[in-house]
């Protein structure tokens, strides 16, 4: 019928998983821009490799950042979603952190990274360089096997690395 369009097969969360998510050979940079403000789905887009997560009300200037992000192959989610987020996640943890291979000091760097530290207040808060914290994040991420800071901060709060009442006052 002329005028009609034909539902799409896949949803977003399927689409995000196959450009960006894991097996994926050359996966791009995704960022979700949605209407779904549900937990659920902004965790099974962050665990299907988007690197970003914002609500479609967010402001034009988030926007562009998130953009902007994931060019440089960090990741934003939108605020309103990241206590949520990190939340849900620190209550799925087990009672004793898995082993790892990270250093003690890369679990400093991960620990504030998993509450949302930028890495030049990780900087100030470890006394280290900027370039030894994008150091240790690199080093970090071949370790994990993980792609960006919001694949570390998932594996902190899953394994138990870090709990809500660790947390660094902002």
Known sequence: MPGRH???KLDGLEVTRALAGPGVT????VVVVTTFDQDDYA???LR??????LLKDAASN???EAVRSAARGDALVSPAVTVRLLKHLAGQQPTA?????LSERELDVVRLLAVGRTNQEI????????????THLANIK???????RVEIAAWAWDTGTVRERQAPPA
């Open 48 to 53: 299907n490799g988007a690197c970003g997560f």
């Open 142 to 148: 071949d370790k994990l096997g993980v792609r960006n």
């Open 123 to 134: 900087c100030e808060q470890l006394y280290l360089s900027l370039g030894t914290v994008k």
């Open 97 to 101: 952190p898995a082993p790892h291979p």
């Open 26 to 29: 050359d996966p791009l940079r």
């Open 62 to 64: 988030l926007l562009i």
């Open 6 to 8: 034909p539902q799409p």
């Open 43 to 45: 965790y099974t887009a």
